[in-house]
């Protein structure tokens, strides 16, 4: 059973415009929500996280958003860079367990 | 400061055999969890160790397995391998107790079993 979702499996995007990577989850428990960048033959480093009591948080070039209502989670990325291309993860913590989604593999054309 | 290492990073068993991965957190990290990615479940939570104990379990059968020393190493054990388990093994450590700190992966351990 699934909890978080990313439905998107891969995304391409034009270097210099907007990325958005969505996030969809079930569980109304989660408290605390994570992205996650992993690069082929790395780990996941973090990216950036946002409380459940926030609807926004932004650092730099990444902003993720936050709709309870909806039960969505996403990760804008503006200016989007060549750097950038990776798998990102989204995840979410309920009690003491991280529960990641499948990814979506970004590619940014320069 | 080094980064989480993981060894080994690649391995190949075949059906039935057991299998013992390890892995060094980040040096005064005291909570190490371990993850299994695969391409179509994405990564799925294991365990989490703190101080030796385990804090934290996932939906993983009795199979999986792991142990916390008191340098905070970590090993995971898999016994009676299936195709099933070929996947990325990762693990990730963290220095305090709060759940929301953040994590740090090693590079992982790519398991085939064949």
């Known amino acids: 059973d699934q909890q978080v979702k990313q439905n998107s499996p891969s995304l391409s995007v034009q270097e210099g415009r907007i990325s958005i990577l969505n996030c969809d989850y079930t569980?109304?428990?989660?408290?605390?929500f994570l992205w996650y960048k992993k690069y082929p033959a790395e780990g996941p480093t973090f990216l950036i996280s946002i409380s459940s009591i926030k609807d926004k948080n932004e650092d730099g070039r990444f902003t993720v958003f936050l709709n309870k209502s909806a039960k969505h989670l996403s990760l804008h990325i503006v200016p989007s860079q060549p750097g950038d291309s990776a798998v990102y993860f989204c995840a979410a913590i309920a009690g003491n367990q991280f529960y990641f989604g499948t990814g979506t593999s970004l590619t940014v054309i320069p | 400061k080094a980064g989480v290492t993981q060894t080994p990073r690649y391995l190949i068993k075949t059906r039935g055999q057991q299998v013992t991965l390890s892995c060094s957190p980040i040096?005064?990290?005291?909570?190490v969890s371990w993850y299994q990615q695969t391409p179509g479940q994405g990564l799925q939570f294991l365990f989490e160790y703190f101080s030796e104990t385990q804090r934290n379990k996932g939906n993983f059968p009795g199979r999986f397995s792991g142990r916390q020393f008191s340098n905070s190493r970590s090993e995971m054990n898999v016994s009676t391998l299936e195709l099933g388990d070929s996947a990325l093994y990762l693990c990730a450590s963290s220095s305090l107790t709060g759940v929301t700190d953040t994590q740090y992966f090693g590079p992982g351990t790519r398991l085939t079993v064949l």
């Open positions: 040096s005064g990290h005291r909570s």
């Open positions: 569980n109304s428990m989660f408290d605390y």
